[in-house]
């Protein structure tokens, strides 16, 4: 059963405007969220994180939000551009001494110019 | 060179056939890691080594065996693979462990005939 569901397999938006990435998930447990991008025929990168302290952490033209009743996140791209285009994954664990990070499916970006 | 460099970019083998998987990092960090992503499937943790020493097998079959000489490089050796182990694998490193914070290579993309 997957734990970590990102449910839209692609998003296509235009140069400037926002992206909205969902993430959803299943296990209470995890306390710790990530996002990584990957651009083809590279590894993924890591972009950007939110504890389950927050509800909100801002970097630049991305910001995440967690929605910890919902089991929700999201990751705004604001403003998008061309080079935003990846697959992005949603990622969490649960602390600790957990290694484990689970991952979503991902979900291609594509920013049009 | 910087960052997690992977060696072979692509492999193709036969069943009976016997390759290693390179992974090298030049970042200093502690821990060690083998993903694998599957077709249309999320990517699973394999192994984590920190310092050199196994902390983590993720039931993978004997099929698939990792060795670790060093903090800077993982290799994971392959014999007798199934059509099924088809898939990008994917090296990570971390500056400690537990750590979600991981910086990938650019993976080996491994077909099995």
């Known amino acids: 059963d997957q734990q970590v569901k990102q449910n839209s397999p692609s998003l296509s938006v235009q140069e400037g405007r926002i992206s909205i990435l969902n993430c959803d998930y299943t296990n209470s447990m995890f306390d710790y969220f990530l996002w990584y991008k990957k651009y083809p025929a590279e590894g993924p990168t890591f972009l950007i994180s939110i504890s389950s302290i927050k509800d909100k952490n801002e970097d630049g033209r991305f910001t995440v939000f967690l929605n910890k009743s919902a089991k929700h996140l999201s990751l705004h791209i604001v403003p998008s551009q061309p080079g935003d285009s990846a697959v992005y994954f949603c990622?969490?664990?649960?602390?600790?001494?957990?290694?484990?990070?689970?991952f979503g499916k991902g979900t291609l970006l594509t920013v049009n110019p | 060179e910087t960052g997690v460099t992977q060696t072979p970019r692509h492999l193709v083998m036969g069943m009976t056939n016997k390759k290693s998987l390179k992974c090298e990092q030049h970042?200093?960090?502690?821990?060690m890691y083998w993903y694998k992503q599957s077709a249309k499937k999320p990517l699973e943790l394999m192994f984590v080594?920190?310092?050199?020493?196994?902390?983590e097998n993720n039931s993978v079959p004997s099929r698939f065996s990792p060795e670790c000489p060093n903090s800077s490089h993982l290799f994971l050796h392959l014999h007798t693979l199934q059509p099924e182990d088809s898939a990008l694998y994917l090296c990570a490193s971390s500056l400690t462990v537990p750590n979600e914070k991981l910086f990938f290579g650019s993976g080996t993309q491994l077909s099995v005939l």
């Open positions: 990622a969490a664990s649960s602390g600790g001494s957990n290694y484990k990070l689970t």
């Open positions: 970042l200093g960090h502690n821990a």
């Open positions: 080594y920190s310092l050199e020493e196994r902390v």
